[in-house]
């Protein structure tokens, strides 16, 4: 049989012709769906609309570490299994009940430091109820496909520290656990960025380990902050009612 050589645009040419063949097009509907997918990359409306995920997110975050880790986890390892693993070990401390059950007489796990104690009260009771909202709300975004807008939308952005949109997933991703983080920067399509995206995920983002840790104590100080401020307030104003009642 003999070939044809054909020219590129001869190609083309038969190449659109057997598809006009095969294939049938409809006029393609703008629906509700590509609206709201196209605020979503506009500037104006995409930045609300991804700070209002990202605080329902957060929201959903706290609300379910905060109700299994304090409703559940905490009572059950501060009430029930330390005083166990406490009576268990010998009474007298050594090496052996400090590197296991870590401080004597400790009324909590977190506080404790011990392998059995510490050790498993942090992964177990606070980091897994921290990581598993975040990938679920993670895995939501990925299947309504606005994990892409998002790309697209902060690209500009990224763009100019050298990185590209989608730079965003493993960021993502790493507020969670730095792993998944560092193994998502393998979407990026050079070495120089997947280098950046690391050193990033490495130095600025936390884990969730570390929100948890950073939620408590900035919350604690803030508090702190607050009850000190509030009383030097009280103390100003009884000196100032006192005073005028004197001039008066």
């Given at each position: 049989?003999?070939?044809?050589?054909?020219?590129?645009?001869?190609?083309?040419?038969?190449?659109?012709?057997?598809?006009?063949?095969?294939?049938t097009?409809?006029?393609?509907?703008?629906?509700?769906?590509?609206?709201?997918?196209?605020?979503?990359?506009?500037?104006?409306?995409?930045?609300?609309?991804?700070?209002?995920?990202?605080?329902?997110?957060?929201?959903?975050?706290?609300?379910?570490?905060?109700?299994?880790?304090?409703?559940f986890?905490?009572?059950?390892?501060?009430?029930?299994?330390?005083?166990?693993?406490?009576?268990?070990?010998?009474?007298?401390?050594?090496?052996?009940?400090?590197?296991?059950?870590?401080?004597?007489?400790?009324?909590?796990?977190?506080?404790?430091?011990?392998?059995?104690?510490?050790?498993?009260?942090?992964?177990?009771?606070?980091?897994?109820?921290a990581?598993?909202?975040?990938?679920?709300?993670?895995?939501?975004?990925?299947?309504?496909?606005?994990l892409?807008?998002?790309?697209?939308?902060?690209?500009?952005?990224?763009?100019?520290?050298?990185?590209?949109?989608?730079?965003?997933?493993?960021?993502?991703?790493?507020?969670?656990?730095?792993?998944?983080?560092?193994?998502?920067?393998r979407?990026?399509?050079?070495?120089?960025?997947?280098?950046?995206?690391?050193?990033?995920?490495?130095?600025?983002?936390?884990?969730?380990?570390?929100?948890?840790?950073?939620?408590?104590?900035?919350?604690?100080?803030?508090?702190?902050?607050?009850?000190?401020h509030?009383?030097?307030?009280?103390?100003?104003?009884?000196?100032s009612?006192?005073?005028?009642?004197?001039?008066?």
């Amino acid at each position: 049989m003999r070939k044809l050589k054909l020219t590129p645009e001869e190609r083309w040419d038969y190449l659109d012709k057997l598809a006009g063949r095969v294939v049938t097009l409809k006029p393609r509907r703008f629906s509700l769906k590509d609206a709201i997918g196209d605020l979503t990359i506009r500037p104006l409306t995409g930045i609300p609309i991804a700070l209002g995920i990202l605080f329902s997110i957060w929201m959903f975050f706290s609300t379910f570490a905060g109700f299994f880790t304090d409703g559940f986890m905490v009572p059950l390892f501060d009430e029930h299994f330390l005083p166990w693993i406490q009576d268990t070990f010998p009474k007298e401390p050594s090496w052996l009940y400090a590197l296991l059950v870590g401080t004597p007489g400790a009324d909590n796990c977190f506080e404790a430091f011990g392998v059995l104690t510490t050790g498993l009260f942090v992964p177990f009771g606070v980091v897994l109820w921290a990581i598993i909202p975040l990938y679920l709300s993670v895995a939501l975004l990925e299947d309504i496909g606005y994990l892409p807008r998002l790309a697209v939308l902060i690209d500009n952005i990224l763009h100019k520290i050298g990185l590209h949109g989608f730079a965003i997933v493993p960021t993502i991703l790493s507020f969670g656990c730095n792993i998944p983080g560092v193994t998502a920067a393998r979407i990026l399509e050079t070495k120089k960025e997947r280098f950046m995206m690391m050193t990033i995920l490495a130095i600025f983002i936390p884990c969730g380990a570390q929100l948890g840790i950073m939620e408590e104590t900035i919350a604690g100080e803030y508090g702190n902050w607050l009850n000190r401020h509030s009383s030097l307030s009280e103390a100003h104003l009884e000196k100032s009612y006192y005073e005028d009642v004197g001039k008066g």
